[in-house]
């Protein structure tokens, strides 16, 4: 059994995370308010007071847009915070298996992205949290592992595609939805599992970078569309009639995105022995749950 520290207690991964990560050891479970990312001081004596075994970076400063303009808070958070984490790592001779992005990539590109693949972020946020995978690396080279995901929802932590376009569908008729950035879904509870296989495998996983997504590829659109059609077969009352697929730039946003998405998740798919589920069978079962969790909160 190990001693496990997971930051970002509160968080969609985290929260998450948490009840699985107790079938492997005694967790401390934080969330900001016992560490703040930020105040990178005061990582090591956090780290040192707890004496993990395994340390899981599942906070971030997640706002994407937000942080074209708190630049400098989302690199303490994202950037320099995790490079502090694993040098604590490294002290107390703990692994830290820290959570980065497919927003590393330009999306400049017509295939998979594959782990070694040239990075070049296209906003702060990617740039952050290249920022933080290279401290990381640097810090910890032999006991880390970075696991890039994207497209991440489930019913946990804040607002997602899923909750935004169940909330939207029930009252808009009309949608209007981006169809040219592609990418690949992934169910929070399927990127937990895979955190979980690989805090099992332990030293059988070598250290490194490694990409995790749920299989198969869909646009924003493609999404929206799967899921207005699984809410409707599962008896969701949707107000939504039209779905129209626009282009990126007529949804401008501050923080650009990267076109082309999809990781390449073959080298994790071979050491976990089995590849992702495919999004959608994912999503339907997501649905499913969060729907019967919406419809008993209308009931009470
Ligand atoms: N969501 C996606 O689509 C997506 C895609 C690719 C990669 N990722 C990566 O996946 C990881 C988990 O993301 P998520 O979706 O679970 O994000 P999330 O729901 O936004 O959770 C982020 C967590 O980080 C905590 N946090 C934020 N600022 C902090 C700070 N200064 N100090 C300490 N904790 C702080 C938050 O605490 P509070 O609850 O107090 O705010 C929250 O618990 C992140 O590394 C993210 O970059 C996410």
Not at 170 to 199: F, H, I, M, N, Y
């Amino acid at each position: 059994m190990s001693r496990i520290l997971l930051l970002g207690k509160g968080g969609q991964l985290g929260a998450t995370l948490l009840p699985h990560l107790q079938t492997l050891g005694t967790v401390t479970a934080l969330g900001r308010d016992q560490l703040e990312l930020s105040q990178s001081d005061q990582i090591a004596a956090v780290v040192a007071d707890y004496q993990p075994e395994v340390i899981i970076n599942a906070a971030a400063y997640t706002a994407v847009d937000r942080a074209e303009t708190e630049a400098e808070l989302a690199q303490r958070v994202n950037g320099d915070g995790p490079g502090k984490l694993a040098a604590s790592a490294a002290a107390q001779g703990a692994r830290l298996l820290h959570i980065s992005t497919d927003y590393v990539f330009n999306g400049h590109q017509g295939q998979p992205w594959q782990e070694g693949d040239d990075t070049q972020p296209l906003s702060v946020y990617g740039r952050t949290k290249l920022a933080g995978e290279q401290a990381v690396r640097a810090a910890l080279p032999e006991a880390h592992w970075i696991l890039r995901t994207a497209w991440v929802y489930g019913t946990q932590g804040q607002g997602n595609f899923v909750k935004t376009m169940v909330r939207l569908g029930q009252t808009r008729k009309t949608l209007r939805v981006v169809q040219d950035q592609v990418g690949s879904p992934t169910w929070v509870e399927d990127l937990a599992a895979a955190v979980v296989a690989l805090v099992r495998l332990g030293d059988r996983a070598p250290a490194g970078t490694y990409h995790y997504t749920n299989s198969g590829v869909a646009s924003w659109y493609d999404f929206a569309i799967a899921i207005f059609e699984e809410a409707r077969a599962l008896g969701l009352p949707l107000a939504v009639q039209t779905v129209q697929p626009i282009p990126t730039c007529d949804y401008p946003t501050p923080a650009h995105r990267p076109a082309y998405s999809v990781l390449d998740c073959q080298k994790i798919t071979a050491l976990l022995g089995h590849p992702a589920p495919h999004w959608r069978e994912s999503l339907r079962i997501m649905l499913k749950d969060y729907l019967q969790t919406l419809a008993k909160e209308v009931g009470q």
